[in-house]
């Protein structure tokens, strides 16, 4: 396992960011592998939104490379940028998470995780700043080789909201919807950049419409929990500037049909950090 004595090399050094030392005293917290042990990560064990198989699969469907630069926005505890440099080694990693406690949290996983990294920073604003405030936080424009993102699940007027103030801002939207998300992904990212998000399946409608005008070669690869099942997920990216077609990809199971058996390809994505082919 990496060691975890010290941060990675700083990413941005001329706006503020969160230090690792920075950890919640108030917030019970679990340490848990991904990727096999390749990695482990600290989660609040309850409150927050915790990491899981969402994060693992957005992280192989992304297509980077060693020193690629990767924003993870709304990065939470930063599991998903961790699995993708876990998986690929030498990333440099940028998370950005609106709740300082979770940014701390995030800072301290990138300590655990630096062998991973070539340069690694976490700040903590909204994705949702437009215009200077954005570029003051450190998100200028032609910054990312790739941006990943795992929005918020569910929309205040058709869920109840959680009476944990944390929780509610981690899972539900707000008025803007994804909006601000797509916006601040193309504004970040370098031409020919990758946008990655994975939501939940009856979202897609509506990730198409915001990839609209943005992205080209927009490539939507669906999962369902088992085989012969309708899709509950999907991963849409798109490319900045790209005239590729349209592709959509057959279904793959997260499990075998009637079993909570993980299918092949899936075992090899949780156990061995394979990636997810897009391209």
């Excluded at 215009?131 to 990312?144: F, I």
């Excluded at 031409?191 to 399946?201: D, E, L």
């Amino acid at each position: 396992m990496p060691s975890n004595s010290a941060a990675p090399a700083p990413l941005l050094t001329n706006v503020p960011t969160v230090a690792a030392a920075g950890l919640p005293a108030d917030v019970a917290m679990s340490e848990d592998d991904f990727l096999g042990g390749r990695i482990s990560l600290l989660q609040p064990r309850k409150g927050h939104h915790r990491s899981g198989t969402d994060a693992v699969l957005l992280a192989a469907c992304t297509p980077a490379k060693p020193g690629d630069l990767v924003v993870d926005l709304g990065s939470g505890v930063g599991a998903a940028g961790l699995c993708v440099a876990a998986r690929i080694g030498g990333l440099r990693l940028l998370a950005v998470e609106i709740d300082p406690e979770i940014a701390a949290i995030a800072a301290a996983n990138m300590a655990r995780s630096k062998d991973f990294l070539a340069e690694a920073s976490v700040i903590s604003c909204d994705v949702a700043l437009r215009g200077d405030p954005r570029k003051e936080a450190g998100l200028v424009e032609n910054l990312a080789d790739h941006v990943i993102a795992n929005p918020p699940y569910y929309r205040p007027e058709k869920f109840q909201t959680s009476p944990n103030e944390a929780r509610a801002t981690a899972h539900m939207l707000t008025d803007e919807g994804m909006e601000p998300w797509f916006r601040t992904a193309v504004s970040i990212l370098k031409s020919k950049g990758t946008f990655t998000v994975v939501q939940r399946a009856d979202e897609l409608p509506t990730l198409l419409k915001l990839m609209e005008g943005r992205f080209g070669g927009i490539t939507v690869q669906p999962f369902s929990a088992r085989e012969g099942e309708a899709a509950h997920r999907v991963v849409i990216q798109g490319r900045k500037q790209s005239r590729a077609p349209f592709r959509l990809l057959p279904t793959i199971a997260l499990h075998d049909a009637g079993s909570d058996t993980p299918g092949a390809q899936i075992e090899a994505v949780h156990r061995h950090g394979a990636a997810i082919e897009l391209g």
